[in-house]
Structure formats: structure tokens, C-alpha cells
Nanobody, 122 residues
Framework: QVQLVESGGGLVQAGGSLRLSCAAS????????MGWFRQAPGKEREFVAA????????DYADSVKGRFTISRDNAKNTVYLQMISLKPEDTAVYYC???????????????WGQGTQVTVSS
């Protein structure tokens, strides 16, 4: 069982930056592929980015490619999402999640955090 806790969300102006963190405990963090998802009001949860257990096999949604960077520190049991050039349409609750598979599908991620709000003002 893996517990995930996100932090780092907040309010930022368009064009600004934020770094989200997701701290894991209770399981073998380094054996999981980690992903970030987001959900805006009235919309379905959508894939943002994912990273393999060893920091490889990076994958990004087209909407964030070139602006967001996912990384992980297995020694700290933490995965990060660096976000730059933020846009109002990036406003959402951001979730980190863990999976054993190479996938973008939310239901294949077994463990989820509680989410952190990111609001980008125009």
C-alpha cells in the first residue's frame, strides 16, 4: 500500500511557474511508474505526465509538452512536476498516482493522492 501526498499548489498569474511535489510512503516507491493527472471543474480527469521507475520513459500530454517537466528522487520517495508558462486552462486539481504499467489510463493507476489545487489567473 502506497500513500501519496501532493503539495505545492496555489494561485499564480498566467506565465508564472509552480513546482508540485508528491511524497510517497508505505510502499516500494522506486518500483512504481508515477504519473500526474488533473481535473478541472466539470471535466474528466486527464493525464498530464508520467515517469518510469528509474526516471526514464517520460510521457507528456500534448497540452503540456515543453512547459511541464516530471522528475523523481527515489532517495526522497518524491515525484515532482515543474510547471512553467502557466495558462488559465491549466487551472485544475492536480493528482499524483502510482502504477505498475506504462499507461495514461487513470483506472490503471492503483494509488492516488488527495490532490492539490492549481489556479492560474489571466
Amino acid at each position: 500500500q502506497v500513500q501519496l501526498v501532493e503539495s505545492g499548489g496555489g494561485l499564480v498569474q498566467a506565465g508564472g511557474s509552480l513546482r508540485l511535489s508528491c511524497a510517497a510512503s508505505g510502499g516500494s516507491f522506486s518500483s512504481y511508474r508515477m504519473g500526474w493527472f488533473r481535473q478541472a471543474p466539470g471535466k474528466e480527469r486527464e493525464f498530464v505526465a508520467a515517469i518510469g521507475w528509474n526516471g526514464g520513459r517520460l510521457d507528456y500530454a500534448d497540452s503540456v509538452k515543453g512547459r511541464f517537466t516530471i522528475s523523481r528522487d527515489n532517495a526522497k520517495n518524491t515525484v515532482y512536476l515543474q510547471m512553467i508558462s502557466l495558462k488559465p486552462e491549466d487551472t485544475a486539481v492536480y493528482y499524483c498516482a502510482a502504477t505498475e504499467y506504462v499507461t495514461r489510463i487513470a483506472r490503471t493507476y492503483a494509488y492516488w493522492g488527495q490532490g492539490t489545487q492549481v489556479t492560474v489567473s489571466s
